[in-house]
């Protein structure tokens, strides 16, 4: 009977040796990638900024091949940062991108920017949705990131309201998994005196509070970021929000993923000037509202029966205070699929002509997570 053969165990000399090797191919690759990616400027000619060079629907597709091609074992999340933050270094290589966000620094709206355009962009803080909204309107932000609704606590209405008067348009959404943690300089919760936090992050952590800080006051602020500066500087105080907080305003987690529900996410818009070229996986958001001649029962059914006719997909609605008079409503619909493609085009066409008011917001590729 033959021996069985010994597996030869691995030199750990020789396995470093080819990391090293394959480091080397990933840098010259990477580096002739970004070559490519100056010829891709240069062939679009003397433009003005870098928002000349970015294509959010040529991403898209680039990021959902990414996927495809995962086979591990670096899982699909880590393997897309990596991607994201390689085109995003090859975009500034023009200029940075600047990406308005509801500050300031350490929330999770910025955490958002960073999710979808990478750390290669200039981050620009500003104090509410309707500032985003302008600046980016003004050109002195290239596009905007804002909060459009969470899973738990449902929509941020601001952001609905702006686009009733705003002229921009939706160029892509990010979703973003909450995770909420206390945050702080105190030894232990004994030493807790207030938890200072936004309002949705004290009610979406309201079970674990309830439970191991019962006798602790509550302090509702305008962002977490406000409550981590609050904590920084002030003894008995602890804050609530994302580990970038921790980082920004140098505190400790003192407890890590304190929130209630551990689906809990938020859902976030990318506003700019334009509307998007079809990706091959979008959305459609809409707002309309009913014909002023309309009335009874059955107006809304009767108006949405175009894209039940064609057989399009309706995700979400959502209405609105319409502000032009008392009782009078406006409707936010997501579809799928773009609305320059068939059979979205024809049932929108349809449905702009039975409504006193029509806006397609955007069409926009969907999340790749």
């Not at 023009?94 to 958002?112: D, N, R, V, W």
């Not at 309107?137 to 899973?151: K, L």
């Amino acid at each position: 009977m033959a021996e069985k053969k010994q597996k030869r165990t691995p030199d750990l000399a020789e396995i470093r040796n080819r990391i090293d090797s394959i480091d080397e191919r990933i840098q010259s690759l990477i580096s002739e990638r970004a070559q490519f990616a100056q010829e891709v400027g240069q062939s679009k000619g003397d433009l003005a900024s870098a928002v000349d060079y970015y294509r959010p629907e040529r991403e898209a597709e680039v990021l959902r091949r990414v996927l495809e091609r995962n086979e591990g074992p670096l899982r699909d999340e880590e393997m897309l940062r990596l991607f994201r933050e390689i085109m995003s270094a090859c975009l500034a290589q023009q200029e940075p991108l600047k990406i308005g966000f509801l500050g300031p620094e350490g929330t999770f709206t910025q955490t958002a920017v960073f999710k979808h355009f990478g750390h290669s962009v200039r981050a620009l803080p500003f104090h509410t949705i309707d500032e985003i909204f302008q600046e980016v309107e003004s050109g002195a932000a290239d596009f905007g990131v804002v909060p459009i609704e969470n899973s738990t606590e449902g929509s941020v209405n601001n952001t609905l309201d702006m686009f009733l008067t705003s002229p921009l348009k939706i160029g892509g959404e990010i979703e973003l998994r909450i995770e909420q943690h206390l945050l702080g300089n105190e030894k232990g919760l004994e030493n807790i005196e207030r938890i200072c936090a936004h309002e949705q992050s004290l009610a979406q952590c309201r079970g674990f509070l309830r439970e191991n800080l019962p006798h602790v006051e509550l302090i509702g602020m305008s962002s977490n970021a406000a409550g981590a500066r609050r904590a920084r500087d002030e003894a008995g105080t602890a804050a609530i929000g994302p580990a970038v907080a921790a980082d920004v305003y140098d505190l400790n987690v003192l407890v890590s993923n304190i929130e209630d529900r551990a689906d809990n996410a938020t859902r976030f818009l990318v506003v700019g000037r334009e509307l998007l070229a079809a990706s091959g996986n979008d959305k459609t958001t809409l707002l309309f509202s009913t014909s002023d001649t309309a009335s009874g029962s059955g107006v809304l059914f009767h108006l949405l029966q175009p894209l039940a006719e064609r057989g399009v997909s309706m995700t979400r609605i959502e209405s609105r205070p319409s502000k032009r008079k008392n009782w009078d409503y406006v409707f936010f619909i997501d579809l799928e699929g773009h609305a320059e493609e068939s059979p979205i085009k024809e049932a929108l066409a349809e449905l702009e002509a039975k409504s006193s008011l029509f806006k397609v917001l955007g069409a926009y590729p969907k999340a790749v997570d």
